[in-house]
C-alpha cells in the first residue's frame, strides 16, 4: 500500500494540510471569547494540536493533490490502476 509513496512530496503535502487546518482550528476557536485576554490559550492550541495530528493521520489514506490530473485519489495508493 505504502511502497510506491513519494514520501517527500506526501510529507510536504500533508504537512501543509496539516498546517491549514491547526490555524484555522485557531482562527475558528477566538471569536468564542470576547477579548484576547480572556481567550483560553491551552484550550485552543491542544484543540488545533489534535486536529493537525488527526489531519495527518487521514492523509495517509491519500492525498488528492498527488495523483494525477483526471484521476480519483484512491483509498490503497496507486497499486490499483489497473482494475
Known amino acids: 500500500m ?4 513519494d514520501w517527500k512530496a506526501w510529507g510536504v503535502a500533508a504537512l501543509q494540510r496539516a498546517g491549514r487546518t491547526f490555524f484555522q482550528v485557531i482562527v475558528s476557536m477566538l471569536p468564542a471569547s470576547a ?3 480572556e481567550v483560553d ?3 485552543v492550541l491542544g484543540t488545533a494540536a489534535l486536529a493537525f495530528v ?4 487521514t492523509s495517509l489514506a491519500g492525498l488528492p493533490e ?4 483526471g484521476e ?5 495508493g496507486k ?3 489497473n482494475n
Open 79 to 81: 497499486e490499483n490502476e
Open 54 to 57: 488527526a489531519s495527518l493521520c
Open 2 to 5: 505504502f511502497k510506491n509513496r
Open 66 to 69: 498527488l495523483v494525477d490530473e
Open 35 to 37: 477579548m484576547i485576554n
Open 72 to 76: 480519483l485519489a484512491p483509498l490503497e
Open 41 to 43: 490559550w491551552v484550550v
